[in-house]
């Protein structure tokens, strides 16, 4: 995904998506860090420090909604508004999908986050 463009906010709100994705069905593969470290790449930071922060805040943040699909349910709905147009949604929605079948298969949590956000970014 093109990020070139991309406020801070939506920068954020795709990385927070991402890293829930990655913990979606518990188990973290290597396909889906490569993707999420080809998406920094992207995110040009001035230092590895600044791309380090900028990781480990998404990180907490993502963190912090993962416990029950309905806190992620919550989450996607504040972040669909990151992202207003139905390319930018779409985008974003691809972003994930590829990050989730990266490795082969997809697990039924996978699934239901997919659904989720496909629901909430088309409303």
Do not use: W
Request: hydrophobic letters at 35%; one cysteine or more; aromatic letters at 8%.
């Amino acid at each position: 995904m093109k990020t070139t463009g991309f406020t801070e906010t939506q920068k954020q709100s795709l990385l927070d998506l991402l890293i829930i994705g990655m913990y979606a069905d518990h188990n973290l593969t290597s396909a889906e860090n490569a993707c999420v470290v080809r998406l920094l790449d992207t995110f040009q930071f001035s230092s590895d420090y600044e791309r380090k922060q900028f990781c480990d805040a998404a990180f907490t943040r993502a963190s912090r909604h993962t416990g029950s699909p309905e806190a992620i349910r919550a989450y996607v709905t504040q972040v669909a508004g990151n992202f207003p147009t139905r390319d930018l949604r779409r985008g974003v929605y691809d972003t994930l999908s590829i990050l989730l079948t990266n490795d082969g298969r997809i697990t039924t949590e996978e699934s239901q986050l997919l659904g989720t956000v496909r629901e909430i970014f088309q409303s």
